[in-house]
């Protein structure tokens, strides 16, 4: 597949970004607090890689535990689209829930547990 550029979207549509990334690589299921209750699949891209193209009126930042991701939902229809935070080396990155991307086939995507549960 390698690396493309993906579009994506909120459920209403408030909230529009693309995303330039390579879905071979698995995408991360976590069985966190708010990854278990949200259900998303998250591919992790430097900042430099995501773009919101529209919908930074509409975004609501929701932290909790240490606040080191900014976990953000759309405000009309509650879709939890990214979040923001850092790699432990300091540079940003951008967490996206793949299921919020157009003309992906979620059944092909790689997946892989991580157990943010016993962080």
């Known amino acids: 597949m390698a690396q493309m550029t993906h579009q994506g979207s909120c459920h209403c549509g408030a909230v529009r970004f693309h995303v330039d990334l ?3 690589h698995p995408a991360i299921t976590c069985n966190c607090s708010i990854c278990a209750r ?3 699949m998250l591919a992790f891209v430097p900042s430099s890689e ?3 193209d529209q919908g930074e009126d509409n ?3 929701y932290q909790f535990n240490k606040k ?3 976990h953000m939902f759309c405000k009309t229809c509650g879709i939890k ?3 923001r935070g ?3 080396d300091g540079s940003e990155m951008v967490a996206v829930n793949v299921r919020c991307l157009e003309d992906v086939d979620l059944a092909t995507i790689p997946t892989k547990q991580f157990d943010g549960k016993a962080i």
């Open 68 to 70: 080191m991701i900014h």
């Open 86 to 88: 850092a790699r432990p």
């Open 59 to 61: 975004l609501t930042d």
């Open 81 to 83: 689209t990214f979040g």
């Open 50 to 52: 995501f773009k919101l």
């Open 22 to 24: 390579d879905l071979e």
């Open 38 to 40: 949200s259900g998303t």
